[in-house]
């Protein structure tokens, strides 16, 4: 199937997905490392279901995922919702965060903040997140957070000038090298994080390919493996 067609299909399948958004977040539970989930700008928790599935294969039992709408708020104010979301979610034990396109780097900027968060977390995985800024955020002036996400902005100088508190938290930058909004691939990475460049789906064919949710799984293992299960391959 051409590239452009299964970035299409992807699309297709995240929008059928996004119902599964309006239902209510539940506290995990289970054993092992919560994985804490972040989408992209409007996207919604139901994006995540394939990829959750695929986690629970190789024997995860923890999530959370959060949930936000991008309209109208600035970079900061979005941060804010996650740092709430973990708190009164996810109140103990420990974590990895794994978000998607524009949640990979509110997830990044909560972990730079420091404190009881960053010393919870196990490990940072980004898909398809544009951690060098946004080549299109000009052309959406109207959008407050694309402000935040432009190239050089005072936002994105700020997190790059941070990234010392990333420093002994593992991270993975996952992005196609044909993705349509990070541009060039390498500007889906920032400095402490291993950059993993793909080229047969785009930027939100990572979230249903098979191969990359084994990377992920791989990563997860790594540095947060699940507790007291026995690992299943996939078929």
């Known amino acids: 199937m051409p590239f452009a067609a299964r970035e299409a299909l992807a699309y297709a399948a995240e929008g059928a997905l996004l119902p599964l958004a309006a239902l209510r977040p539940r506290r995990p539970t289970g054993h092992g490392p919560t994985v804490v989930m972040v989408h992209g700008y409007g996207s919604g928790r139901g994006a995540f279901t394939p990829l959750e599935r695929s986690l629970r294969e190789h024997g995860y039992q923890r999530f959370a995922r959060h949930g936000f709408i991008t309209r109208w708020k600035r970079f900061d104010d979005l941060v804010d919702g996650l740092d709430r979301f973990i708190r ?69 100088a700020r997190l790059k000038a941070g990234d010392r508190h990333l420093s002994e938290i593992p991270a993975l930058s996952i992005v196609s090298s044909r993705d349509h909004f990070v541009r060039p691939a390498e500007g889906a990475a920032f400095a402490h994080a291993e950059l993993s460049i793909v080229d047969h789906v785009g930027h939100v064919g990572v979230l249903f390919d098979a191969d990359t949710q084994d990377q992920v799984a791989s990563f997860l293992r790594r540095v947060a493996p699940p507790e007291g299960q026995t690992l299943r391959s996939r078929p």
């Not at 965060?97 to 509110?106: P, T």
């Not at 009881?116 to 980004?126: F, H, I, P, Q, V």
């Not at 800024?133 to 005072?154: F, H, N, Q, R, Y």
């Open 88 to 156: 009164e979610q996810v109140p103990g034990g420990p974590l990895v965060l794994l978000g998607h396109s524009i949640g990979g780097l509110l997830a990044r900027a909560w972990l730079q903040r420091g404190g009881e968060g960053a010393r919870r977390t196990r490990g940072l995985c980004t898909l398809s997140s544009p951690h060098e800024g946004l080549w299109i955020a000009p052309l959406l002036p109207a959008v407050p957070v694309m402000k935040d996400l432009a190239v050089e902005s005072p936002t994105l």
